[in-house]
């Protein structure tokens, strides 16, 4: 098994230029998650799907959105980047159902937004 | 919520103990914890469950006392390969909710 894969590995963009950060498992997993990591901040949760056809809202949403159309997929999309948007992103997936599964994160993608 | 970690920074020589707190103003189902080297995903290390499941590393251990909100992470006899940053992420409430919250991490690092 390949694990979380995304991306791409590194990306720069303009402010105001819209982008789609991949990421993909093939581990059959029903959760998958999308955090940012700023230095100090820790990671923080932006949006999480339970399912296909599936998502919510993390701890920072704004500017960001995803959809699920499979099980294996779960791209996030920037529409209009901003500097603050610079970061890394870490993808991740677990199965789901509460019973203390492990959470498998990807390589990560650095940002950098001008 | 965003779990609080403490502390926020430890120094040890190899083969000294540490503890690293996780505490949570919200009722937890769950607590994750993981270990982040520089420039590298996170990586798991254990998790706690509500009702005292625990699934984990061998060589750390971890406690979760559900009525104050919190967990703690012992690392004992620290090898250099202990360096890094610790998270802990937490789920809230009474059952699982799938949406893990992280904490704002703790940098240990372990000299010979």
């Known amino acids: 098994n390949a694990g979380v894969t995304q991306t791409p590995k590194f990306q720069v963009l303009k402010t105001g230029q819209s982008m789609t950060l991949q990421c993909a498992q093939d581990m059959n997993h029903e959760y998958m998650s999308w955090y940012r990591q700023d230095p100090g901040m820790g990671l923080r949760l932006i949006h999480y799907s339970v399912g296909a056809g599936i998502t919510d809202q993390g701890e920072v949403p704004n500017g960001y959105n995803v959809s699920r159309s499979t099980t294996e997929d779960f791209p996030l999309r920037l529409l209009s980047a901003a500097p603050s948007q610079t970061s890394v992103y870490f993808c991740?997936?677990?199965?789901?159902?509460?019973?203390?599964?492990?959470?498998?994160f990807g390589p990560g993608t650095r940002l950098l937004v001008l | 919520q965003q779990p609080v970690q403490s502390p926020q920074a430890v120094i040890l020589r190899e083969g000294e103990d540490a503890v690293i707190n996780c505490s949570s103003s919200?009722?937890?189902?769950?607590v994750h914890w993981y270990r982040q080297k520089h420039g590298e995903a996170p990586v798991f290390l254990m998790i706690l469950l509500k009702g005292g499941e625990q699934k984990g590393h061998e060589k750390i251990s971890a406690s979760f006392n559900e009525k104050k909100q919190q967990s703690s992470l012992y690392l004992t006899a620290s090898q250099l390969s202990y360096s890094g940053t610790y998270f802990c992420?937490?789920?809230?409430?009474?059952?699982?909710?799938?949406?893990?919250?992280f904490g704002t991490g703790t940098r240990l690092q372990v000299f010979p």
């Open positions: 919200k009722a937890l189902y769950s």
């Open positions: 992420g937490t789920e809230e409430g009474a059952r699982n909710t799938d949406k893990l919250i």
């Open positions: 991740a997936s677990r199965e789901s159902g509460g019973r203390g599964e492990t959470q498998y």
